[in-house]
């Protein structure tokens, strides 16, 4: 994929994406679940700002969640916390028919699914102040140093995301790519919207226990790979 830029920029020259769109392989029940599943539970980019209680018949809390790859996370915490409404932003189609068909299984009601690039969603339709928490769970670490412009915690895109939170609410970030996380330190620690919760001298924080520990994340963990995570609060 080239590096031409979208239109949304915040102001802060072009916006180069983080992500390369992958076929991937569709299984039947994931092509299934984004057939029937996404005109129900899915929300399609739009110039308009969402009103919540409108898209989930109630007023309660709304955590977003970015990047979901297949689900399994984001379908976990909606389920432990019923109380809270969810949306989910993924591009991936396989990761979006996973999602849905978990929201199927788990009979969920309080989690909805934006197939769209994140910085558009935000720019276009999250509210400033609307937030009560926003998660980045495992964003791709894009490496080489000559793509770390495609990572997407970059300072403009972390002041936009504290702007949505309502004060006191929170941005939670996780990795396990060591040197990206040193970046998010320096990165969310420069916004002056955020405050760091962490009172350990690295910046880091330990697991919440919201955020379930993956398969992905045992095995790296039982070879002796880092997960770090980052909890930073607003203003």
């Known amino acids: ?36 599943g996404l005109p ?16 989930f018949g109630r007023s309660a809390p709304v955590i977003m969640e970015i990047g979901c790859g297949m689900g399994e996370t984001t379908a976990h915490i909606a389920a432990a916390q019923s109380a809270c409404d969810f949306i989910g932003i993924e591009v991936h189609t396989p990761g979006v028919g996973s999602l849905l068909k978990q929201i ?52 403009p895109f972390v002041t936009e995301l504290a702007k949505r939170l309502a004060p006191g609410g929170y941005l ?25 919760t962490s009172a350990s001298a690295d910046g880091f924080a330990p697991r919440p226990a919201y955020r379930p520990q993956t398969k992905f994340e045992t095995r790296g963990l039982r070879l002796g790979h880092g997960v770090w995570d980052l909890v930073f609060q607003r203003i």
């Open 1 to 36: 994929m080239s590096d031409t830029p979208d239109a949304t920029n915040f102001g802060h020259g072009p916006h180069i994406r983080s992500f390369v769109r992958r076929l991937g392989r569709l299984s039947p029940g994931q092509a299934r679940a984004v057939a029937q």
């Open 40 to 55: 129900r539970w899915g929300i399609e980019h739009g110039q308009s700002l969402l009103h919540y209680p409108e898209v």
């Open 104 to 155: 199927d299984e788990r009979g969920l009601t309080n989690l909805r699914v934006i197939q769209h690039d994140a910085v558009a969603v935000v720019s276009d339709m999250i509210a400033a102040d609307s937030l009560r928490g926003i998660h980045v769970f495992f964003p791709d670490p894009w490496p080489k140093k000559r793509h770390h412009k495609r990572r997407l915690l970059q300072l």
């Open 172 to 196: 939670h970030c996780a990795t396990d790519w060591e040197e990206y996380a040193q970046q998010m330190v320096e990165v969310l620690g420069a916004c002056s919207l955020l405050r760091n």
